[in-house]
């Protein structure tokens, strides 16, 4: 399973990076906003720290749009993986673009039918948002477990980006489905490292170690 961040926070990015498991990094138009930088620019910021797909969504509603934003959003960098939304238009500059071969990641997904339209439409990943379901009573992780297996029965090349995660169980539902990429915000991320038996048990290795050895330099 891969791991994207998701942010479009650059210092975020910088302290995950050296921990060696960071794959891509997906941003969406209110992560971007949040930066105050416009979007062509901090892609182009983010391309230039991480050497991943980089998920830059286009803010065009209409299809021809779409399509010209989707060319230029890929010139930037050959990282750039141009995300749509699941609506007609979305789906119609999917199809497209994907003839072109620019890779597209369909965001905004949350049925499988949605799902199995992007996989049609050549998308090069489609991203069901679990949280976002949750929220309205409804079990994003089923529908997560659904795409995979459809995609499964056609292998349809379309990979599933488990996204809108908001916790560790979710993390690892969303890969025991399947999924082949987890996208996570930075607090989610860091707390998957979190375990009460990891710092008790190092604790203890410390403390034992110590005492025999620290207490036999000073003995000395
Ligand atoms: C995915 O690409 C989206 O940016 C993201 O996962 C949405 O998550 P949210 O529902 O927490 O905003």
Redesign the pocket.
Known sequence: MKFFL?TANLDELRAVLPWGIVDGV???P??IAKEGVPLEEQIRRICDIIDGDV?ATVISTEAKEMIREGRKLAGLHKNVVV?LPLTRDGIEACSSLSDDGIRI?V?LCFSAAQALLAAKAGAYLV?P?A??LDDIGIDGMNLIRDIVAIYRNFSFPTQV?A????SPLQVVEAAKAGAHIG?L?FKLMDSLFNHPLTDRGLEQFLADYNKVFQETAVSR
């Open positions: 998701d997906t941003t969406n209110s992560l998920s995300k990641n965001t991203s948002f949280g976002r980006l996204a809108s995660l908001r996208t915000p």
